[in-house]
Structure formats: C-alpha cells, structure tokens
C-alpha cells in the first residue's frame, strides 16, 4: 500500500501541515514554521510530548521508558518520533516566543578557549563579519563536524538586545569522543567550524508572575547561565525571586562556583546553592552534599506547587526531579521546562530499548 502525506492540525491554534511518509510530526512542523516545543530530538527528554486527540499515529522507536504504555493509552506522543498514519488533530501549545527565530547554518571561527575545569572547555565562537545570532537564553547549536556529525552544545551567552556576534560553549571532554578529543588536543585559535542553530525550545518564559527555580548538573549550567544573565539584565528577579542549584560530583565540576556566588552577592532576589554528592575530605568543602535535585525538595517543597522550574543536565537528573517534583511536591509538570544532555552513549541505549 502506497504511503500517504498526512495532514496535522494543532488545537487550540488551528494551524495545519502536512507530514510525508518517513517524516516525524515534529521534523514537519518544523520545516512548516510552526514553534513546536522540543529538544533533544531523539525521544529521550519528552520535551516534545503531546497528547494526539484525533487520528492514529505510529510510536516509531519511542522506548518505553521514555513514553509509558499507560501515556500512550492516553494518547499522548513524543512528537520528535511519531508518525501520523491518518489525518490527526494534536494538542500542543505553540511557542509565541520562538516567532522569527529560525536555525540557519553558520559558519564561525574559534576566538576563544579557556581550560574552566579539567574536563571543561569554553570555547567562544565568533560569526562572519555585519552578521548577528538571534536566539533565546537556553537555546543550543549543533557543531557539523567534518565526519558529518553532530555534536549539540548548549549557548552561555545572553542574547542581548538585538542578537550578538559572538557565542561561549561549554564542552566536558568525553572520553574516546572524537570531536571533543580534537578540542582538547589540537584544536587552535581562528580555527574555522560550521555550526546549526539556534535549536531547541528551552527558554525562559516570561509571561507569568511565579517564583523561579532553576537545577543544572555539569555543564548543564550552559543555559542556566545564559537565562540567568538574561534575567538579570532584564531585573526579572526583582519581581520573580530566581533561586539557582548546581549539582556536580566533586568541587571541580562547578567550574563557575566562584562566578555564581558573586552574582547572588551581587542581586538581591537571586539565591545561589551549589551541592555536592561526593566531596573529598581534601577540597574541605562545607556546603550542601546529596543530590541537586534532593536539595531542592529539602528547601522549596511547599513552594514548589507555585513555582516555575527549569531543569537541565544529565537525563537522570532532569527524569528523577520531574517524577519527584510533580508526585511529591504538586508541581503541574507543564511548568517544568528542561533540557536533557543526551551523549551518544544515552542514545544508543535508547535505541536498544526501543
């Protein structure tokens, strides 16, 4: 039987587009330019879950641990893998604040690199010359390396008034990673990169009035930085109060610890806790010990139920603080917003899965 374009129409905006065989309902839409929420595209983070009321669609590789048999009953989707099998009418909110931004291919060169821990990288990025990025805080890009790949690096930057010139990663040095090896080893000042973006849909939204609660582990403070930075700028703390965790396993994962202390020194309004979960007696380290997330329920867990979170990190983490907010602390998961940092490695697992 020959295979059919399918027509999807979002509720409640009414918008349609139409999905080829092969295509996923997210890839659609977004070749169609509509601002569906997303991340890491490989069903994975459940930024992209949605609830398909009309219509039959096909899981394609959604591992169950990723999309429960109870949800799919329900029939709620990770949009990034399904495909339609009929005509369907899906329920998803769109994004007003993604409105004329779009991913492009750009290509940049290395202006700077700086050694933030032993396993972190910064590295800056700068565009072509009377050329400027538009994107919003808790945006990332894709790096197209030369072997075709892709390697998705979250922005630190704010993104400024009318856009900017210039982009900082944050890279943690995986082990046998050919892209991250090459930047360790024998990357150089000027050298040249391509890169995709901005990608993603993790931003902060600034249409509501609730208290902000942000958790990062490792380099998952890359866009935690970038909104919070914007927010300051913005004095979004002086009417929301922004409370920031940063989870790592020893004092060298929280390569910005001297950076962020400054800053809640600084804003009144904004509270920063980092936390531990396995100092050594060596680094006399005197603060919070466990896991970040548990930090969070010990201090806001009564105000939780209130409040907007922003999770980013290891898919661990983000998985076990929205299971834990939303069950024991009456959090609507529709205001935990996250990015999970899926390696390869997760990848490949979710594909076993599946």
């Known amino acids: ?8 129409t979002l509720v409640p905006s009414g918008h349609t587009f139409d999905v080829a065989p092969g295509e996923s309902i ?9 601002s569906l929420p997303y991340s890491c595209k490989t069903g994975i983070c459940r930024g992209c879950r949605a609830r398909v009321r009309k219509g039959t669609i096909s899981h394609g590789e959604t591992a169950i641990g990723y999309l429960s048999m109870p949800e799919r009953e329900q029939g709620y989707a990770l949009l990034c893998q399904a495909s339609p099998e009929t005509d369907c009418e899906v329920e998803v909110d769109e994004l007003d604040d993604m409105t004329g931004i779009r991913p492009r291919v750009v290509p940049c060169r290395v202006i700077g690199m700086s050694r933030l821990a032993p396993d972190v990288m910064g590295l800056r990025l700068r565009l072509p010359m009377n050329e400027k990025m ?10 197209l390396t030369a ?3 892709r390697r998705s690096y979250s922005i630190a930057t704010d993104p400024g008034i009318e856009g900017v010139v210039e982009i900082e990663l944050h890279l943690r040095h995986v ?15 000027r050298d040249l990169l391509r890169f995709e973006g901005p990608l993603g849909t993790f931003h902060l939204r600034e249409d509501s009035t609730k208290p902000i609660v942000m958790l990062a582990s ?15 700028r913005k004095e979004i703390h002086r009417t929301r109060p922004i409370t920031v965790y940063w989870g790592g396993r020893t004092r060298a994962d929280l390569y910005l610890l001297d950076e962020l202390n400054d800053l809640a020194g600084q804003h009144e309004g904004l509270t920063f806790v980092p936390v531990l979960s396995d100092p050594t007696t060596a680094c006399g380290w005197q603060g919070r010990v466990g896991l970040v997330h548990h930090a969070v329920m010990d201090d806001c867990k009564v105000m939780l139920a209130d409040a907007q979170v ?20 009456g959090l609507p998961e529709q205001v935990f917003f996250a990015d999970s940092f899926v390696s390869e490695a997760d990848r490949v697992r979710s594909a076993a899965a599946g």
Request: glycine letters at 12%; aromatic letters at 8%; one cysteine or more.
């Open 147 to 149: 072997d075709g790949r």
């Open 1 to 8: 039987m020959e295979a059919t374009t399918r027509t999807i």
């Open 134 to 143: 538009r994107f919003l805080a808790g945006q990332y890009v894709d790096i």
């Open 218 to 232: 490792g380099t998952g403070m890359a866009p935690i930085l970038a909104m919070l930075r914007y927010a300051l």
């Open 175 to 189: 082990s046998g990673g050919s892209f991250t090896d090459h930047v360790f080893t024998s990357m150089k000042m």
């Open 26 to 34: 997210l890839g659609a839409g977004i070749k169609a330019g509509r």
């Open 310 to 329: 922003y999770a980013c990190g290891a898919p661990v983490m983000v998985d076990a603080a929205r299971r834990d907010f939303v069950e024991a602390c």
